[in-house]
């Protein structure tokens, strides 16, 4: 269960599972972006997929709808259960900095902040992921720029948004990915997310995109649909 708590280097949750994460064997990654204050789909997203991924990454535009979920999950075990051990997440250009809740502590009120950097790297099955929006490298005309810095920073994995469209290249060991948007899809494309997975050091990835649907009474559909490689 994540202990929701920021570390010094952006991701939420404990020293322990940020270490368990670095040294597994293998590693399954929800990644999502662009909610942009849409938190219902973000809601069943997580409650659907969180509870079977070993981290979460969000990149940007929609920090809002982590930062309501977070709160709510402080005093709701369902939806802490939910929540993967390790969460990463970056700003988008439609989010703050910082943002702020409410949480009860001994019968008072504690005042949290979150913080929202612009990229954040961490380590999975002893691969490098960095996750950035997009917004400041050019994605909108290409990935040259983003992969340049990726390569400087000895990233395996590549993960960005902003151009809410689903995207995925693979290049020998390394991948890049756009989950697409959530919520406000374009080009022609379904709403959507992603699930990575990865055994060992060198074996492929699996990159795994999923359509988001209505379904009965305003609960969400999912729906797997295959992307071809960028």
Known sequence: MNDLVQQSSYLIGSLEDIKKLEKKKQARILVISDSHGDYDVFFDIIEEFGPDADAMVFCGDGVCDLVQYLEEAQDNETLRKAVPPVLAFVKGN???????????????????????????????????????????????????????????????????????????????????????????PRGGMP????????????????????????????????????????
């Not at 960005?160 to 693979?170: A, D, I, L, N, V």
């Not at 990159?207 to 379904?215: K, P, R």
């Open 191 to 230: 709403a959507s997310f992603a699930v990575i997975t990865f055994p060992g050091l060198t074996d492929r990835y699996c990159a795994d995109f999923f359509e988001i649907g209505e379904g009965l009474f305003g609960k969400k559909t999912f729906r797997p649909f295959r992307l071809g490689q960028g």
């Open 94 to 184: 439609g989010d703050s900095e910082r943002y702020f809740y409410e949480e009860e502590i001994s019968g008072g009120q504690v005042r949290r902040i979150i913080a929202a950097p612009h990229r954040i790297i961490f380590t999975a099955a002893g691969r490098h992921i960095m996750a950035v929006h997009g917004n400041r490298h050019g994605v909108d005309i290409g990935t040259e720029t983003l992969l340049d810095t990726a390569s400087s920073l000895d990233a395996d994995i590549v993960l960005f948004g902003h151009t809410h469209r689903p995207y995925w290249e693979e290049r020998a060991i390394s991948l890049v990915l756009n989950p697409g948007s959530c919520s406000r």
